[in-house]
């Protein structure tokens, strides 16, 4: 069993990691009352620089909406690069932007933080319903295919999820978190890697899942997309015997990860087991 650190030795810990001076000083000079409140005050910024520091890291590998009819073009934020520098550059406007990446503040973006860029495609766009398909007629399931990506509301996304929980006979909250973690419940979404879709499916994943069941699903449709993600999901129920953590886990990093590693992305699973206790 691990000892939770009191936050005063928790503070000396990152003194110490953080500069030349030793332990022993720190712990000394901790003991007045200035020194007391010098050093918290140092531990509440560096939470709140981790924090940020944080922030940026999620916004770099987080999926986005280019919009009806759009695709992504990306590019990495640089020093100096305003959101307003950066919509004029590209022939948009920062209204744009802000709404394709999710971003809240116009004026807070980091450095290697990637965007996208949207643009018209010239082929037009499948919304749901229509014949277009991602999947060529030897299986291959083609990357950033906007063209044919369904669009989708988030109560048709949930109810979808609900019936395929239970179908599978898979906890549906266990879907809406994992499908909510991935992608929002947006099915017009193309992640940076490629992942597509409510539960952020990559090409050759699909691939794989639709030679494993012999059926041709298309990631780019809405209901596809889901059954796609939930046949690989009951897969990893039954190879890990219904262990949470193992499940979630899988689904982020893959299953022979987590069989040959072990667990190594417990963000993740944290992440996705409070959104089941929201669900």
Not at 121 to 130: I, L, R
């Amino acid at each position: 069993m691990i000892k939770k650190r009191t936050q005063r030795s928790m503070s000396t810990h990152i003194l110490a990691m953080h500069g030349a001076i030793s332990p022993e000083t720190i712990r000394r000079f901790a003991r007045t009352g200035i020194g007391r409140n010098i050093i918290l005050l140092l531990f509440s910024v560096l939470l709140l620089f981790g924090s940020f520091d944080f922030a940026g890291q999620q916004l770099t590998a987080r999926a986005a909406n280019p919009g009806s009819g759009n695709a992504c073009s990306w590019y990495r934020v640089r020093w100096g690069d305003t959101l307003s520098a950066i919509a004029r550059r590209s022939r948009t406007t920062i209204g744009t932007l802000a709404e394709a990446n999710y971003i809240r503040n116009v004026n807070l973006i980091f450095v290697g933080q990637t965007l996208c860029l949207p643009y018209r495609v010239s082929h037009g766009y499948s919304p749901a319903g229509t014949i277009g398909s991602g999947v060529e007629s030897n299986g291959v399931v083609r990357w950033y295919d906007y063209s044919d990506l369904n669009w989708s509301t988030r109560p048709e996304v949930e109810g979808l999820l609900r019936q395929a929980a239970a179908r599978y006979g898979l906890p549906a909250n266990l879907l809406l978190a994992i499908a909510w973690q991935e992608s929002g419940w947006y099915q017009h979404v193309i992640a940076r890697d490629g992942g597509i879709g409510v539960m952020q499916l990559m090409p050759y994943t699909a691939m794989s899942i639709n030679a494993g069941t012999r059926i041709r699903r298309d990631p780019y449709h809405l209901v596809d997309n889901i059954y796609l993600g939930v046949t690989y999901l009951s897969w990893l129920w039954h190879s890990f015997g219904g262990n949470l953590d193992r499940v979630i886990s899988g689904y982020n990093e893959g299953g022979w990860a987590v069989i040959h590693r072990g667990i190594f992305n417990w963000h993740y699973v944290d992440n996705v087991r409070y959104l089941m206790r929201v669900f």
